[in-house]
């Protein structure tokens, strides 16, 4: 089992910056998967980045490449999301979640999952 913990969110201007962390607890971390995803009002979730264990190996979806950085601290369990050069689209719930196993994009595929935390970007 493993528990998430969001924290970071709130409300930012365009073309500001955040950074949500997301603490881990219940299993070595280091073996874990870690992703973030977000759902805005009215539409799916939809997957954002995600590093490998090791943090070797990370994805991010294409709309925040160049602008989003996730990194993780294994010795603390926590994983980030840095936020930068934000856009009112950016805004939606933000979520934390793990997976044993090889890195993935895929939803369906994590296990794991924080209870979010809210991002609204103002125009």
């Known amino acids: 089992q493993v528990q998430l913990v969001e924290s970071g969110g709130g409300l930012v201007q365009a073309g500001g910056s955040l950074r949500l962390s997301c603490a881990a607890s219940g299993r070595t971390f280091s073996s874990v998967t870690m992703g973030w995803f977000r759902q805005a009002p009215g539409k799916g979730r939809e997957f954002v980045a995600a590093s490998s264990w090791l943090g070797g190996s990370t994805y991010y979806a294409d709309s925040v490449k160049d602008r989003f950085t996730i990194s993780r601290d294994n010795a603390k369990s926590t994983v980030y999301l840095q936020m930068n050069s934000l856009k009112p689209e950016d805004t939606a719930v933000y979520y934390c979640?793990?997976?044993?196993?090889?890195?993935?994009?895929?939803?369906?595929?994590?296990?794991?999952w924080g209870q979010g935390t809210q991002v609204t970007v103002s125009s």
């Open positions: 979640a793990a997976v044993i196993g090889r890195i993935t994009r895929r939803t369906s595929e994590y296990d794991y």
